[in-house]
């Protein structure tokens, strides 16, 4: 799964007047105070709940395999279908919420994530668990961006760098839930009652959004998810924006990815995220039990390390970022050379069998914990540039690159599996995984490419808008270097 929301997209506008009378909207920063921690509460607590659902099936690759009769292949397929769902769900949902309201988008998105799950639990063959995988994404892509939207609307602009990085933080509890309690929960209890119970923790969740979310601070409590003001626009002033007659949905988009500093902050989450996703959504695991021949609890305790290491990234980079957005670039760069550098220590190590040492094992997952936490900050690229009624879109545009990335991660892991794995099956080799995880190279030299390239055309945009009078937070009084 660390950006701030432009200072004018915050709070209800009040009007002063010119001297020649003109009224001038100018808008009041939110309260932030107890009531921004309950409405930021309730949306993360629904981001947790997708993050169980989305990770579920990295503690049951093996399980889904056995179960199904599969091979690497249609085992990736799972994970990829869902990503693909999530990452081309972005951008409807940066809109939606932008138009709706997060509470809305919430409540359907908790709809889509109780279904899924429960159809995957119930399944018995491939296609029927196939389709619940993408409906389960669906509902998962509904989650993230609508608690940015939340937090963004809750607290002042100066804390929403924080705040991102916080709701990235806590999300992080869901991976641990998986590999702490659902791993061994499927070991004792078996799928279907595993996977079915997950899901059923969705009604209550939605119970908590519908009776208690309050999306702005002037949105009255318990308000109908139907109910709309006069004026149009979502209940709450959730969508309230006011958009320009004939502003199409297309020029939402067409507009949004125009600014250099979207695709700047795309790319920045496309080149962070995937490693530790591929990593942890289905293929480390079978890596660290096959080829490094740890037991499942073992393995799990990993897992859990990548977590518990993001979770003090998070806290780093969250306060990095508010003080300091001149390191955003080099803080980035910093990430993706230091994940790749260990990969290369952990492929090249000589010898052994295949197996590597546990010091490097344990470094590998400690530096992949800083990838979630870094895609974030592609967020603090765009926000500065897009007003608050583009919010929504930009940032949806730039939470779909990681997960873009991630599928082509696990496809190419999983094809190189099978390749490298004659007669299919699920024994895989140390030198299969070793040929298959070289793969992540390819996007993530593609990756730094495409951040080389747009870096100065956003800055100098960034330049732009700070020198205009148009500055939207205090990342634009200190252009990254």
């Excluded at 037991?295 to 897992?303: D, H, Q």
């Excluded at 099956?425 to 299969?432: E, F, N, S, V």
Aim: include cysteine; hydrophobic fraction near 50%; proline fraction near 6%.
């Amino acid at each position: 799964m660390s950006a701030a929301e432009p200072a004018a997209a915050s709070g209800p506008p009040a009007t002063a007047t010119t001297a020649a009378d003109a009224p001038v909207v100018v808008r009041r920063e939110p309260p932030g105070g107890r009531g921004a921690w309950t409405a930021w509460g309730i949306g993360v607590t629904v981001y947790v709940l997708a993050v169980v659902h989305r990770t579920s099936l990295g503690v049951a690759g093996l399980d889904a395999a056995a179960r199904f009769g599969i091979n690497a292949s249609a085992l990736s397929t799972f994970s990829i279908l869902q990503v693909l769902v999530y990452a081309g769900m972005q951008i409807p949902v940066g809109l939606l919420v932008d138009r709706y309201g997060p509470r809305r988008i919430l409540s359907a998105g908790l709809v889509l994530l109780t279904a899924g799950q429960l159809g995957f639990a119930l399944a018995t063959s491939f296609t029927p668990a196939l389709l619940a995988r993408g409906v389960l994404g669906c509902g998962d892509a509904m989650t993230f961006v609508s608690v940015l939207r939340i937090g963004a609307r809750w607290f002042p602009a100066f804390r929403n760098p924080f705040i991102a990085q916080l709701t990235g933080l806590v999300g992080t509890i869901g991976n641990l839930v998986t590999t702490l309690v659902l791993s061994q929960v499927l070991h004792s209890a078996g799928w279907t009652p595993t996977f079915g119970t997950t899901a059923l923790f969705g009604v209550v969740v939605l119970a908590v959004v519908v009776l208690g979310l309050r999306e702005t601070p002037d949105s009255a409590p318990r308000e109908s998810l139907f109910a709309r003001r006069a004026g149009g626009g979502p209940a709450g002033g959730a969508g309230g924006a006011a958009r320009p007659a004939g502003f199409s949905l297309r020029d939402q988009i067409r507009v949004s990815w125009r600014e250099p500093g979207t695709r700047l902050g795309m790319w920045v989450h496309f080149t962070t995220a995937f490693p530790a996703s591929s990593f942890l959504l289905l293929w480390g695991m079978p890596f660290l039990m096959n080829s490094q021949g740890m037991t499942r609890a073992e393995a799990g305790g990993m897992l859990s390390l990548v977590i518990l290491s993001g979770m003090g990234f998070a806290v780093l980079f969250g306060q990095l970022m508010s003080r300091r957005p001149g390191l955003r670039t080099p803080t980035v760069f910093a990430v993706v050379l230091g994940t790749g550098s260990v990969w290369a220590a952990v492929l090249l190590w000589p010898g052994g069998g295949g197996h590597v040492p546990l010091w490097l094992l344990l470094l590998l997952v400690v530096v992949m914990g800083s990838n979630g936490p870094a895609s974030l900050i592609g967020l603090d690229y765009a926000r500065p540039v897009n007003p608050p009624e583009r919010v929504g879109t930009a940032s949806g545009i730039v939470n779909m690159g990681g997960f873009i990335a991630a599928v082509i991660a696990l496809f190419l892991i999983g094809f190189v599996l099978d390749l490298a794995t004659p007669g299919g099956g699920t024994d895989y080799t140390p030198a299969a995984f070793r040929a298959a995880f070289a793969t992540l190279y390819a996007p993530m030299a593609l990756g730094l490419f495409q951040i080389l390239r747009l870096r100065a055309r956003a800055l100098a945009r960034e330049r732009e808008v700070a020198l205009s009078g148009g500055a939207r937070n205090c990342a634009t009084s200190h252009p990254a270097r």
